[in-house]
T-cell receptor, first 115, second 118 residues
């Protein structure tokens, strides 16, 4: 069965500093990878996804993640964070060979951006 | 696109009572999922429907839990004889019409129903 490890439960960072949220998944033949974000008092929202093709994927608000098959990683990065990026971020994986797209989530990383 | 709607937002119940939650997915989505999220953890898969057919259930879904999607639109999740360990956020998600068994599309989540069992 798939599993996802988010190595940091909390990441504090100052505004305009770069940030990396780490995610590793258990190996599989093929995977689909996702980052979801949960802002305070809101539901989970898709931030970005890797389905196929280019290993570097970007979101509309400046985040990017790189699929690294050899290291089974899908780390999330942003070169300059804003206060509004404060949220909990969840990495998730879907095993392509399963029917449907049941997701396995990591435990989440709380990003706290300080001024 | 009005998003995935879940009701109620909060439910407080006493141990042993039955509770039912409702989920209205995005209208054109034919897949519907239930997840459970406890404090400090990511969401855990409970069950999944394609149209009205319940295709998969997690081992987390004990006999006290039942989910239905009778007309392939809204879904209900019922918990019978609630226990304190059932306290969690119950999340519903939907995804768009599948074009084949291996098609994957992103899930759209509702804001969840928070259950507290006292």
């Amino acid at each position: 069965a798939q599993s996802v490890t988010q190595l940091d439960s909390q990441v504090p960072v100052f505004e305009e500093a770069p940030v990396e949220l780490r995610c590793n998944y258990s190996s599989s033949v093929s995977v689909y990878l996702f980052w979801y974000v949960q802002y305070p008092n809101q539901g989970l929202q898709l931030l970005l996804k890797y389905l196929s093709g280019s290993t570097l994927v970007e979101s509309i608000n400046g985040f990017e993640a790189e699929f690294n098959k050899s290291q089974t990683s899908f780390h999330l990065r942003k070169p300059s964070v804003h206060i509004s990026d404060t949220a909990e971020y969840f990495c998730a994986v879907s095993d392509r060979v399963e029917y449907g797209n049941k997701l396995v989530f990591g435990a989440g990383t709380i990003l706290r951006v300080k001024s | 696109d009005t998003g995935v709607s879940q009701n109620p937002r909060h439910k407080i119940t006493k141990r042993g009572q039955n509770v039912t939650f409702r989920c209205d997915p995005i209208s054109e989505h034919n897949r519907l999922y239930w997840y459970r999220q406890t404090l400090g953890q990511g969401p855990e898969f409970l069950t999944y429907f394609q149209n009205e057919a319940q295709l998969e259930k997690s081992r987390l879904l004990s006999d006290r839990f039942s989910a239905e999607r009778p007309k392939g639109s809204f879904s209900t999740l019922e918990i019978q004889r609630t226990e304190q360990g059932d306290s969690a956020m119950y999340l519903c998600a939907s995804s768009e019409k599948a074009t084949g068994p291996f098609y994957n599309s992103p899930l759209h989540f509702g804001n969840g129903t928070r259950l507290t069992v006292t």
